[in-house]
């Protein structure tokens, strides 16, 4: 694993004085390290944050939304992300110099993002290379990917996108290459181009275990996108099974799904769309209206109670929760926080240098399209 990936140990949270305190304890001294810290202190959080954690956020959003906010802040010295560690390092590329950003669980990682490694994403574009002409090939990577991937993006002319403008990266590497080469998220990409009219015929699967990613030179000297083999392990559970059972058993139900769903997934529903697509589209709905909705289970509860006069449920029978996401709690904000107050600050996520100045190279391709 290399340097900017989830890391696989976390500074130990001391179980006494966190783990064991009571809620309502716990949130009145979060309450106090914010009171304490004003606006040096800016807690951003991500939308399938559970509950309990995202009332503290200063601001919420989706994978988009949170970047810019991190680029645009001008008055805080600390972050603190309740995300994921690939958010944090995006709000560590970002924000000023002398901001530093610190996730509350070290542990709180991304299966999708560690799903893509330099070291195969490296590979990949050497074996490549050999069949194509790779300066004709734009590197796209979803921002749920390490930086140092965001690096390598930086380096080669390539662009990161979110789920909110992944058309519009993709649009925008087409007017300059005639190939794509997009990772981690196989679905993102294949929903997106086929949004496109690109045909399936042009898209192929790289695996990074198989020799030539498991293509033919042929299908690869054909290909115009070529999808890194990776996917949410949330998402990925939705499945067109379920979207037509809620149509047969609630006639009239409008189906919402994340694109990070498979393609099968997509094409059955109604809209497709990032969270902060997906909060709008339910908060616009007229009231009355009835909604699945395909996407992480916190997000999709918070919905329900927050529009009473909707029926909002949830897409599968199945728990799907982002359980990395989850495991930014109380005890682990609260301590993260204290130790800021103190002085003693922990879980810092820190980009080194040469990763940072590449990685906000793609960074910033994505954030001028707007
Ligand atoms: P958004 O871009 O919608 O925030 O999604 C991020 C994510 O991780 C979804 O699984
Ligand atoms: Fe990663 Fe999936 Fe969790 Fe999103 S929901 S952060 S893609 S594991």
Known sequence: MNATTTPLAAEPLPFDDYRHAPDAQLEARIE?????????????????????????????????????????DRDCRAIVFCGVHFMAETADILSREDVTVHLPDMTAGCSMADMADLDSVEAAWSDLAEVIDVSDVTPVTYINSTAELK???GRHGGIV???????????WAFARRRRALFFPDQHLGRNTARSMGIPLEEMIVWDPRRDMGGNSTRAIEDSRVILWRGHCSVHQMFKPAHVAQFRERHPGIQILVHPECSMPVVEASDLVGSTE?????????????????????????RLAKEHPDKKVHFLSPMVCMCSTMYRIDLPHLAWCLEN???????????????????????????????
């Not at 959080?45 to 995202?54: N, T």
């Not at 009231?287 to 509860?301: C, D, F, I, Q, Y």
């Not at 003693?344 to 820190?350: G, K, L, S």
Request: charged share 25%; with cysteine.
């Open 32 to 72: 106090a390290v914010k009171r304490e810290m004003g606006r040096s202190l800016l807690i951003l959080g991500h939308h399938y944050q559970q509950d309990e954690v995202i009332r503290f956020a200063d601001l919420r959003g989706d994978s988009l939304k949170l970047s810019q906010l991190a680029a645009a």
């Open 161 to 171: 996108c979110t789920s909110s403008n992944a058309r519009k990266v993709l649009d």
């Open 340 to 370: 800021l107050a103190r002085g003693t600050p922990v879980n810092r996520v820190q980009v080194p240098d040469d990763v940072k100045a590449s990685a906000r190279e793609s960074l910033r391709r994505m954030l001028e399209l707007g």
């Open 151 to 153: 690096a390598f993006c």
């Open 277 to 301: 697509f997906i909060l709008k589209t339910i908060a616009e709905a007229p009231a009355g209206s009835e909604w699945a909705v395909g996407t992480e289970l916190h997000l999709v509860n």
